[in-house]
């Protein structure tokens, strides 16, 4: 529970350095954080799954858990803003 969380949050993290570091796929500060907490939690599950994070039913809370997840959900979120930055700015066209 306690690693969805830092996920979450650290995909927020994510989509917001995501957003500013790319300012033509910046949504703006809210969307930024939701759709970088959707990533999170994408990035999370997936990698739990693939067994390079810490899967949904770790209940350890050891540094290498925190790094995993604060990894996993910020790539998640700053990949998933990305991704719908460019299909915003192709649809644009």
């Known amino acids: 529970m306690i690693g969805t969380i830092i996920s ?27 759709v970088g907490i959707a990533g999170g939690g994408i990035g999370g599950v997936i990698l739990g799954m693939l067994g390079l994070g810490a899967g949904a039913g770790s209940e350890a809370l050891d540094i290498g858990t ?7 959900g910020g790539v998640g979120g700053g990949v998933l803003l990305a991704i719908i930055g460019m299909i915003r700015s192709a649809m644009a066209k």
């Not at 300012?23 to 954080?33: A, V, Y």
């Not at 925190?66 to 996993?72: E, F, G, K, T, Y």
């Open 8 to 34: 979450l949050l650290s995909g927020a993290l994510g989509g917001n350095l995501a957003g500013s570091l790319m300012k033509d796929s910046s949504l703006g500060t809210l969307w930024n954080s939701v």
């Open 66 to 72: 925190i790094v995993s997840n604060v990894a996993s």
